[in-house]
């Protein structure tokens, strides 16, 4: 294969390579097909062409030599091809580079997305002569979009489901996070509801805990959610956590949905892609709320792991219909540009590049879009801000910033739900304070 592309000594001569490397996955200024998945890293080595191209070869067709038994037709066939190289920086002996890989979509089974990862995201991170390697952003083809469902509901089903046709929603998660038994969780479901949330659900480490079984939280808060429903006149929703084995959390989805529960919530990260990817193609009829934890493990390293906005390309492929991105000015890491940027993979159908945050145009095909969630520090006085950066398609959560209000959850709900209305109408959260005395201690209390 070496004679037939004559690539040895090209390589050998411009990149000085000892005898022996392989540089078979090299063709800069290749122009990628539309068929062809597309993977763009930041890379740092000490050879940045070398390094891409053993990672070019690990996450598909080759290793660490040349092998016999190597098929010409199989190494024609699923080749990634090593397109662009470009340097942007250098720490010590190393260099550091962004990469760009083409994979021919032969190379995986399109529906089988732990497959697919375990190519692109997987032995490559663990390559010694590496010293950092962060996957920035993927472009999936129509090819590979089409074998999966996609969100269920998106945003405009969810917003049809809770008739809020003009304004963020309003969400909370019952707190603490844990130690409640389940009356008093229902009870301060309820509290929430009547002042005036859309959303109230579980936090992400309460599961099914002997102080408060999963069972007799789902009945009493379903309890307390159609009593709130008959106060105020308006829809109310619950987000059970169903995160456990997947056995056990199939058990739990039936329950939710047998008992008329439009929602459950999962913990994506944790659960891993082939439960998330399950849990949707079984056919539940219910939103599915994603929650994050445990991201920042994969995600926040700027030298390691995968981008969120990659991650979030693949929760809207395997169906997720909200998934929580960030505040900006919340509690949790994220600027600005960045979390618009996985909004923007997650809501629009025509995602455009900007080369900082997304590195390829992308193309959904038709596939639902993602509700996201904006939550963790949340308090009346972000809202403006938030509404601001997301517009009114975003789900607004706040913990804290309802339960820790001087007044009680009632008026904390009632607050939040005032300074949302607020910055839909466009008119300042001190004028609202005026209406709303709740908005106005609360903006006193939290300065």
């Known amino acids: 294969m070496r004679d037939k592309y004559n690539k040895y000594e090209y390589y050998n001569n411009r990149y000085k390579l000892k005898k022996g490397d392989n540089m078979d996955y090299l063709e800069v200024g290749y122009e990628p097909k539309d068929n062809e998945l597309l993977s763009c890293m930041i890379v740092k080595a000490e050879n940045l062409e070398k390094a891409a191209n053993d990672i070019a070869g690990e996450s598909s067709i080759g290793t660490w030599t040349e092998l016999k038994t190597m098929k010409s037709?199989?190494?024609?066939?699923?080749?990634?091809k090593v397109y662009e190289i470009?340097?942007?920086?250098?720490e010590g002996n190393n260099k550091i580079g962004l990469v760009k890989i083409a994979y021919p979509l032969d190379d995986f089974e399109p529906n089988n997305m732990p497959g697919t990862l375990a190519g692109i995201a997987g032995n490559i991170?663990?390559?010694?002569?590496?010293?950092?390697?962060?996957?920035?952003?993927?472009?999936?083809?129509?090819?590979?979009?089409?074998?999966?469902?996609?969100?269920?509901?998106?945003?405009?089903?969810?917003?049809?489901?809770?008739?809020?046709?003009?304004?963020p929603l309003v969400g909370t998660i019952v707190k603490p996070k844990v130690g409640l038994n389940s009356e008093e969780h229902a009870k301060v479901a309820y509290n929430s509801w009547v002042g005036g949330c859309d959303i109230v659900k579980d936090d992400e480490n309460l599961v099914s805990q002997d102080f408060n079984k999963f069972e007799d939280r789902?009945?009493?808060?379903?309890?307390?959610?159609?009593?709130?429903?008959?106060?105020?006149?308006?829809?109310?929703?619950?987000?059970?956590n169903i995160t456990a084995p997947y056995r056990e959390m199939v058990r739990r989805a039936e329950l939710v949905e047998d008992a008329k529960c439009e929602y459950a919530m999962i913990d994506v990260v944790v659960l891993g892609f082939s439960a998330v990817q399950q849990i949707r193609e079984e056919g539940f009829d219910f939103v599915i709320?994603?929650?994050?934890a445990m991201h920042a493990a994969i995600t926040r390293s700027k030298e390691w792991g995968i981008s969120m906005l990659a991650l979030a390309k693949i929760y809207r492929l395997l169906g997720v219909d909200q998934l929580h991105i960030g505040t900006v000015v919340g509690k949790m890491e994220g600027v600005k540009e960045e979390v618009c940027s996985i909004r923007d993979e997650i809501v629009l159908e025509d995602v455009e590049k900007d080369d900082k945050y997304k590195f390829f145009d992308q193309k959904w095909y038709g596939l639902n879009n993602v509700f996201p969630v904006s939550s963790g520090g949340v308090y009346p006085k972000l809202v403006p801000e938030i509404v601001n950066i997301?517009?009114?398609?975003?789900?607004?959560?706040?913990?804290?910033?309802?339960?820790?209000?001087?007044?009680?959850?009632?008026a904390g709900a009632?607050?939040?739900?005032?300074?949302?209305?607020?910055?839909?109408?466009?008119?300042?959260?001190s004028e609202k304070a005026e209406e709303v005395p709740e908005l106005k201690k609360a903006l006193e209390y939290w300065k």
């Open 414 to 429: 009632r607050a939040m739900r005032a300074s949302i209305e607020a910055a839909a109408e466009g008119i300042p959260l």
């Open 289 to 292: 709320h994603a929650h994050r």
């Open 73 to 80: 037709e199989v190494y024609e066939k699923l080749r990634p």
């Open 218 to 240: 789902l009945y009493k808060v379903l309890e307390y959610r159609d009593k709130a429903e008959s106060e105020t006149g308006e829809k109310k929703i619950y987000m059970p």
């Open 390 to 410: 997301f517009g009114k398609d975003v789900i607004i959560q706040a913990g804290g910033g309802i339960h820790g209000h001087p007044d009680g959850t009632v």
């Open 86 to 90: 470009k340097e942007i920086g250098s």
């Open 125 to 167: 991170f663990g390559m010694k002569y590496l010293k950092g390697l962060r996957i920035l952003d993927f472009r999936f083809p129509k090819e590979f979009i089409d074998c999966y469902s996609g969100p269920k509901y998106g945003i405009k089903g969810i917003r049809n489901l809770l008739n809020v046709k003009e304004r």
